[in-house]
């Protein structure tokens, strides 16, 4: 058997960079990175993925400054087995050939094996972001053109508005300062993945991605082509493209929503102050306020969609928010009123 030859990582960052040069990086991240400080960490998801393997490859390349300051992140959901164990020791290996700071977390033991029942993307997906938070305040992430589309189709389905639609965001702010960046969604998954085999840079597969347990591998698999064949066009760059137009509106009636000041600092919603305005900007309104109040139980669309009427009309309103307390609307203001204990 013919032994393979080791991968030389820093020629092949290289030679990617080359491919991907910064101004093929989505712009707003680019001026993000310029006027980060200098000594802040900066974490980089890494799964041993195609998607990912480029992220931290171009990050190394690109920004040569801040290779001490790269914190590569690693997550083990334990789901897979010695597969699981190997795309670990994948991650560290190309970790130690490019002298970067390797971090790992882990399931101490995977909910399937707890539970007895499969374990959801939404469970695994918390668990890996959980962890990444507890080491650094920002991550860099691989999402590219494909995850864009694929996101989108998703949340179509649930019946999500702009600021769902507009997901994933190349800088997206979240809260106690942290951020999430990514570079390549100006980029395709065939076209990252045919500059890693030009660079002769291979990668983990993840075989889960090939079955149709999650919602995201069907839409993957089944939608995605289809949609692609019957365009006939560049669909993956006209959803690039909508996600960017969905996320300028969003943050114009965000901006509006806070140019009206209703939401006041006792965290109670002047209702006046948002009377007459257009049903999207009260609705973003009563979301502010639901998401202010720390008390307040999941509300159900069909529950939000009767107390957003009932905001509209200005009308006294006793509206349950779970255990813990009620929404009130008393003289023009809405307020969260706590439950009384037996």
């Known amino acids: 058997m013919t032994k393979r030859k080791p991968v030389d990582w820093p020629r092949a960052a290289a030679q990617l960079a080359a491919t991907f040069p910064r101004g093929r990086l989505h712009p707003a991240v680019r001026s993000w990175a310029e006027k980060s400080p200098g000594r802040v960490a900066w974490g980089v998801a890494f799964s041993g993925g195609a998607d990912s393997l480029a992220l931290l490859l171009l990050l190394w390349t690109h ?64 668990a890996r972001l959980a962890f990444f938070a507890t080491q650094t305040r920002i991550v860099w992430f691989g999402h590219q053109q494909d995850d864009i589309a694929e996101t989108m189709f998703m949340r179509l389905a649930r019946g999500s508005g702009s600021a769902g639609l507009g997901a994933p965001r190349p800088v997206q702010g979240l809260p106690r300062g942290r951020v999430h960046l990514r570079p390549l969604l100006t980029v395709k998954k065939a076209e990252i993945e045919t500059a890693l085999r030009a660079a002769k840079a291979p990668w983990r597969n993840d075989a889960t991605n090939a079955r149709d347990d999650f919602f995201r591998n069907r839409i993957r ?82 529950g939000f969609e009767a107390l957003l009427t009932a905001v509209e009309r200005g009308t006294p309103t006793r509206h349950s928010l779970g255990r813990e307390g009620f929404a009130l609307i008393r003289r023009g203001v809405l307020r969260f009123a706590r439950a009384e204990k037996p």
Not at 64 to 75: G, K, S, T
Not at 77 to 104: E, I, M, N, P, Y
């Open 63 to 126: 920004w040569p400054e801040r290779r001490r300051q790269l914190r590569v992140l690693h997550f083990n959901h334990r789901l897979r087995g010695r597969a699981s164990d190997a795309d670990q020791k994948f991650c560290a290996k190309v970790c130690t050939a490019l002298g970067l700071k390797f971090r790992q977390g882990s399931w101490k033991k995977p909910r399937r094996v707890r539970s007895g029942r499969a374990v959801s993307e939404a469970e695994a997906r918390d």
């Open 221 to 302: 698999a089944a939608v995605i082509p289809a949609w692609r064949r019957a365009a006939q066009r560049d669909a993956l760059a006209g959803a690039a493209l909508t996600r960017e137009l969905l996320e300028e509106d969003d943050a114009a009636l965000e901006a509006r929503v806070e140019e009206l000041g209703a939401l006041a600092s006792d965290h109670s919603l002047d209702l006046k102050k948002i009377s007459g305005q257009p049903r999207a900007i009260v609705r973003r309104a009563l979301r502010r306020w639901l998401q202010a109040q720390p008390r307040a139980g999941e509300l159900a669309r069909q």
